[in-house]
């Protein structure tokens, strides 16, 4: 006799499906792979928009920036998003992280990977400090993103006034 798990029952989409069909519906002329790409940014810049558990105007600001960066994403594909990680930023947040840097490694060359991560420590640094627990989880990405702690250092390095662990 083989036995098969039992399924949950459906609920309502969580936070990361929501994120992907937006992703889906707004980047209409993206491959899978760009899509993916794009979710799992969105996903990192929340991670670190929630490190300090705060999530300032500035920085949603700066999460509007870096989305409107993405090449076929319309602004008000770039909006969506930001709405959705304004909605769901706890869930979105606690969401696979290792997923997220994981699809970046596979599937961004170097350069994006490092622009990624200079996006990210621009988010971090957005509310004018950087944290230790924002320091910490960045340290953690660029690792994951297969990137040297040089290339952290170099993405910080703009930010050195900001560090809360050197004030």
Sequence with gaps: MIFRKKQPPAGPPT???????????????????????????????????????????????????ALARVHGLAPAGAEAICEALRQHLLELASSNSQQHTRNLRELGDLELRRDVLDALVDLAAADEDLSMSETSLLRRTATALGLTQDDYVAAQARHRERLSVLR
């Design 15 to 65: 936070a990361l499906a929501h994120l992907q069909a937006l992703v889906t519906s707004h980047l209409p002329e993206g491959d899978e792979d760009a899509r993916t790409i794009v979710v799992a940014i969105a996903g990192l810049l929340a991670s670190v928009a929630y490190a300090d558990r705060q999530y300032h105007e500035a920085e949603q600001d700066h999460v509007r920036e």
